[in-house]
């Protein structure tokens, strides 16, 4: 028997309203017991005074590349980058090589996490064979074998027959649809947010459009076919008004933004930086102010990373050959403790928007500390200043935005299943 004893945090579960200085005690993989003082001699303690214990952050959107871009980032370097940012969960895409269309390749992924992920890692499937947005995949079997959604995120399904066909499917056993929303002939020859920026820059432009559109017609199809669909990355101001209006018409939906588009713009690309390249790329400043606000108001339920590991031969050449993408596991939270330090959002409200509602969106274990339930739990030190040296991420990957940048707070530590998979040494 395992025991960890998480002693005087603030214990702060948003699912539960729980808000309380106090102890709680960990055995084998589940919450033992939680509140007041706890006595339990042979467990290894913790001193939690003065910080947050809080469920286990899960994170919607990443890409761990494995299989097939090993180079990148593997199931055991993303998840350990998982557990070094406080996260105890992550959803990841199918967009690996092979892509995961089929059982055999949803099994390879849970069975190499099994024995080497420190976070729980939960796969995507494809909505069509090879993202090819031609023939639909096996999601029953896909489900079976474990798939928590599907999705074809990194590119759209174009042909909205074929996607009105998906959602039905889908629909028909409750498996949530993770949309990439892309009007890709909108959006082709583009590089970066279409703007004074890209037009100063002589980039080919993305304009916002190209995101707002291809919303509003999933958002149409989630209707038409009582689907549950989820909009990955939300970039703009469209989009945030297109989520509300389909809301506010009942249409069974929710919505993901990530950190850099809450804090970065256009003008951040700066001289060519491809640091700051991603899908759906940095908008205006006015965008950013209103996906903030999205997310203020509950209209984007939560934040997830798309962390997008590439390695420098995809991001050290020319801005238009430049691979789109950004890691994000590793500065999520700290950059998101910023928007607390700035008054934005409540610390409750942000674990919320990072656990408690996440799980439910996808119907996962954790978002909650309760007796009996996982082990899942991040120690936070909201006031533990540190600097974000991408030399030090546990991603194999280094193409952060953020490098340089002094961010407020971070996870002290993090277990997971009642494993600790993370602890800064002070
Ligand atoms: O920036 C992005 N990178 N956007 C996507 O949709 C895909 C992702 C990737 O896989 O690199
Ligand atoms: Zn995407």
Avoid at 389 to 406: D, H, I, K, V, Y
Wanted: charged share 20%.
């Amino acid at each position: 028997m395992s025991r960890i004893l998480l002693k005087g945090g603030r214990l702060l579960c948003p699912a539960s309203g729980l808000d309380e200085t106090g102890d709680l005690l960990i055995q084998d993989q589940s919450i033992a017991q939680l509140g007041g003082e706890i006595q339990a001699e042979d467990a290894r303690v913790i001193p939690c005074a003065g910080l947050v214990v809080a469920p286990g952050l899960i994170d919607l959107h990443v890409h761990l590349r494995q299989p097939g871009h090993e180079y990148k980032e593997t199931i055991a370097s993303g998840s350990a980058a998982a557990a070094a940012g406080g996260f105890t969960a992550v959803c990841c895409m199918p967009n690996t090589d092979p892509v995961n269309d089929s059982r055999a390749v949803t099994d390879f992924i849970l069975e190499t996490a099994a024995k080497e992920a420190a976070a729980r890692v939960y796969p995507v499937g494809a909505i069509t064979m090879g993202l090819k947005g031609e023939a639909l995949t096996e999601m029953a079997e896909l489900r079976e074998a474990g798939c928590v959604a599907v999705s074809d995120d990194g590119r759209p399904v174009a042909d909205s027959r074929l996607m009105r066909r998906a959602l039905e499917y889908a629909a028909s056993f409750d498996l949530p649809v993770i949309c990439h929303s892309e009007d890709l002939k909108l959006a082709a020859g583009g590089h970066m947010h279409e703007g004074p920026t890209a037009t100063r820059l002589g980039l080919g432009g993305i304009p916002a459009q190209a995101e707002v559109l291809a919303i509003e017609r999933d958002l149409a199809l989630a209707g038409l076919s009582g689907a549950q669909v989820h909009i990955a990355h939300v970039s703009c101001a469209g989009s945030v008004e297109a989520v509300k209006r389909a809301k506010s018409q009942g249409v069974r939906c929710t919505a993901e933004t990530a950190p850099h588009y809450l804090t970065l713009c256009d003008q951040d690309v700066g001289d060519y930086d491809t640091h700051f390249k991603m899908n759906p790329p940095l908008r205006s400043a006015a965008d950013r102010q209103a996906v903030r606000q999205g997310l203020i108001q509950g209209v984007i339920d939560v934040v997830a990373t798309d962390h997008a590991p590439h390695s420098i031969l995809e991001k050290q050449v020319e801005f238009d050959q430049a691979a789109f993408g950004v890691v994000g596991l590793e500065t999520a939270l700290g950059v998101m403790l910023q928007l607390v330090e700035q008054g934005e959002l409540d610390l409750a409200g942000l674990i919320r928007r990072m656990s408690a509602i996440p799980a439910q969106i996808l119907g996962l274990a954790g978002g909650k500390l309760n007796p009996g339930g996982p082990a899942d739990v991040t120690v936070l030190a909201p006031e533990l200043a540190w600097k974000v040296e991408p030399e030090a991420f546990r991603s194999l990957s280094r193409n952060t935005p953020f490098a340089g940048w002094e961010l407020p707070g971070r996870a002290l530590a993090t277990i997971c299943g009642g494993r600790i998979t993370h602890l800064l040494e002070k």
